[in-house]
């Protein structure tokens, strides 16, 4: 979740980072929440190993589980981003609600996630937005005659139904966009995400999940955004995939299982059309209580 500015009269132009939302649905979507059964603890980061200054950095740390009710669900996170003179943190909490749809019995030995469950989420929280706009030493233009810092409380939506086979969800992280914002000049956009994916199992070799998916981004003023990615897990030991995003990049992942409860994944973003911000590296460090990710 990288802010981006354009400055007339202050514009907050969202523009999120997605390098690691395949590992930690979560931080998109509140419904996710509990899904996995067991207790999940994920830090992430994207951009940090970067070159040069100024260009997107985003830093994440966010958990979730199920209270003693499984239909329950609580979690929260906190983010930072950083892109040039930009910076931006956020801290949520989280609740959500199952409906289930079948019973625990006769599960398929790979299923590790609730499956034929219809989930409900809510977020609020708190995002302090802050500007720099002196450092860049533009003069004679009141625009940039001074710093701008300010608080803006959040209020999200979301929904996901997760069957044993596929998953479809829809949120809204920030429903009310600048409404709630303490400066007036601030212009921040209210995105909306909707993905979709599908879960393959090999016939011939055991062990083998194939697991494309669909992430589509909504952001009014600007074009659509589109991932398209795909990953090879075996045995829940190993995996490797790859995608793209349109109009923007190509990304790369590996990842191991470490033990029964710790998973890491190391993702490569590599730019397309000659941008600016030139490729990144982002990591994302998954625990896991309880059964873990075990088959």
Not at 87 to 99: D, E, G
Not at 187 to 199: E, I, K
Not at 219 to 237: C, L, M, R, T
Request: aromatic share 14%; proline share 4%; glycine share 10%.
């Amino acid at each position: 979740m990288a802010f981006v500015c354009i400055f007339t009269n202050l514009n907050a132009q969202q523009s999120p980072l997605f390098s690691e939302y395949n590992y930690n649905p979560f931080i998109i979507n509140s419904a996710y929440a509990g899904l996995g059964g067991s207790t999940e603890i994920v830090l992430g980061n994207n951009g940090f190993f970067n070159d040069f200054d100024g260009s997107p950095r985003t830093l994440s740390l966010s958990g979730h589980g199920n209270l003693n009710n499984e239909k329950l669900a609580i979690g929260g996170g906190i983010v930072r981003d950083e892109i040039g003179v930009t910076k931006s943190t956020s801290v949520f909490a989280a609740f959500s609600y199952k409906i289930f749809f079948d019973f625990r019995n006769d599960r398929p030995y790979w299923q590790h996630y609730t499956q034929n469950v219809l989930s409900f989420g809510l977020t609020a929280g708190l995002q302090q937005f802050q500007d720099n706009l002196t450092e860049l030493n533009i003069l004679n233009d009141p625009s940039f005659a001074e710093d701008v810092n300010a608080s803006i409380p959040t209020i999200g939506l979301s929904f996901l139904y997760n069957h044993a086979s596929f998953y479809v969800g829809i949120s809204a992280p920030n429903i009310m966009g600048d409404k709630l914002a303490s400066e007036q000049n601030i212009r921040l956009s209210s995105p909306a995400y909707g993905y979709l994916g599908y879960r393959f199992f090999s016939n011939k070799y055991d062990n083998i999940m194939i697991k494309p998916n669909i992430l589509i981004k909504y952001e009014k003023g600007a074009p659509i955004q589109i991932d398209f990615n795909v990953a090879v897990s075996v045995k829940n030991k190993f995996e490797v995939g790859g995608g793209y995003r349109t109009s923007s990049s190509f990304n790369l992942l590996a990842g191991l299982y470490l033990g029964k409860h710790l998973r890491f994944i190391y993702n490569y973003n590599i730019a397309t059309n000659n941008s600016p911000l030139g490729n990144s590296h982002g990591i994302s460090l998954n625990l896991k209580f309880g059964e873990g990710y075990s088959l």
